[in-house]
């Protein structure tokens, strides 16, 4: 039998901690022969209801789950985890500066990134979900300067998901038949959702998105825009945000990084820039890219048209002040 994994979750007592944990309880997110080990870590505020997430996921059973840690202690809930899913942090209120949001996420991730530098297994892999996910990604990973940048990432692929679910729906194909459309840049609303190199397999073989859906003016405007606002339209529908597909996108994530993508697919992911395709580096950017043996690769040589260059250096531009913004807040 394998040896159980450990996955902290933090912000587990969250909206999308509830979603998330039995996902991985469950073996969405690492398969259905790895057990796991769950580490919750949430703050006093929420011990209680942390206490409650436990008790469910102890009522539900799962034969896959060997062990729970909840705790509010991050020393404790960092200890020994070979994954870590970041998805607490401090939500901006309203009325609340851009800078104040910020300085406490900073504040969050910074602690965070010495616990799990200090006491996480060796060669453990962060995934982080909470926002601004780019930025709190790269406070981490200055502050854990012996975890590999490799193994630092951020969470778009709930946006590269949204992007194959609206060209399924604009095509009335199955959204499985749907691959290789890209998010470049930031989780935000300057993220460019991409389907230059996308493609659909139909019964004649596979087919450009571009070519199926005839239709530049939508692919250009109300697909990319309704993908950079989908989160918004979930709030305004639900009053929360989205919880149950940031968790699945999440659990996609981490499983095909770890397990690797399929022969000729690409996922999107936030990493951090090496300078392809002129992305700046030092910033957490999100590229299209293939995993194998545990490891993502950016994909190369893509053609990169003049519209789309202009839409990468925007978010670019938009997480470079991001950045000056953290930075700011560390001083
Ligand atoms: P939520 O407010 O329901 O849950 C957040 C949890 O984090 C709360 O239980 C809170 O007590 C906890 N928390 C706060 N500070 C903490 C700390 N220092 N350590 C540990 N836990 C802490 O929020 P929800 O809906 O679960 O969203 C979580 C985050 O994910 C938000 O920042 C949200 O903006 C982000 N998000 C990101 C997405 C992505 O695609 N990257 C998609 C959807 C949401």
Redesign the pocket.
């Known amino acids: 039998a394998k040896e159980p994994v450990r996955v902290l979750v ?2 587990a ?5 509830y979603a998330l944990v039995p996902m991985i309880a469950r073996g969405v997110m690492l398969g259905a022969d790895q057990p796991v080990i769950l580490h919750m ?3 006093p ?2 011990a209680e209801a942390l206490n409650g997430v436990k008790m469910e996921l102890v009522d539900a059973a799962f034969p896959l789950l060997k062990g729970v840690v909840a705790t509010t202690d991050v020393v404790e809930a960092c200890t020994g985890v070979n994954i870590a899913v970041m ?5 901006r209120k309203e009325g609340m500066e851009r800078k104040d949001v910020m300085s406490k996420n900073v504040s ?1 991730y910074k602690s ?1 990134a010495s616990a799990l530098e200090k006491h996480a297994a060796a060669n453990c892999k962060v995934l982080v ?3 601004p ?1 780019n930025t709190n990604a790269l406070i981490l990973k200055e502050f854990a300067p012996s975890i590999p940048e490799k193994n630092i990432t ?3 692929r ?2 590269h998901n949204r992007a194959l679910g609206q060209i399924s729906e604009r095509l009335n194909v199955q959204v499985s038949d749907v691959k290789n459309v890209i998010i470049w840049g930031n ?1 935000s609303s300057t993220q460019y959702p991409d389907v230059n190199h996308a493609s659909v397999k139909t019964p004649a073989g596979e087919k450009p998105v571009r070519e199926l859906v005839a239709d530049d003016e939508w692919l250009n405007g109300e697909f990319i825009t309704t993908v950079q606002q989908r ?1 918004a339209a979930i709030i305004k529908a639900r009053k ?4 149950l597909s ?1 968790a699945s ?1 999440a659990c996609d994530h981490i499983r095909d990084w770890v397990l690797g993508t399929p022969e000729g697919t690409w996922v999107s992911m936030g990493v951090y820039s090496d300078g392809s395709y002129n992305v700046p580096t030092g910033l957490i950017y999100s590229f299209p890219v293939t995993c194998k043996n545990g490891e993502w690769s950016i994909v190369q040589g893509l053609s990169i048209d003049e519209l789309s260059r202009k839409k990468l250096d925007l978010t670019a531009q938009e997480l470079s002040e991001e950045k000056a913004l953290a930075y700011s807040c560390l001083s």
């Open positions: 933090t912000g007592a969250g909206q999308i901690g870590l949430d703050i505020p929420a998805v607490g942090g401090f939500p969050i965070q979900v909470a926002n996910a951020c969470l778009t709930l946006d989780h989160g929360f945000s989205s919880a940031a996108s």
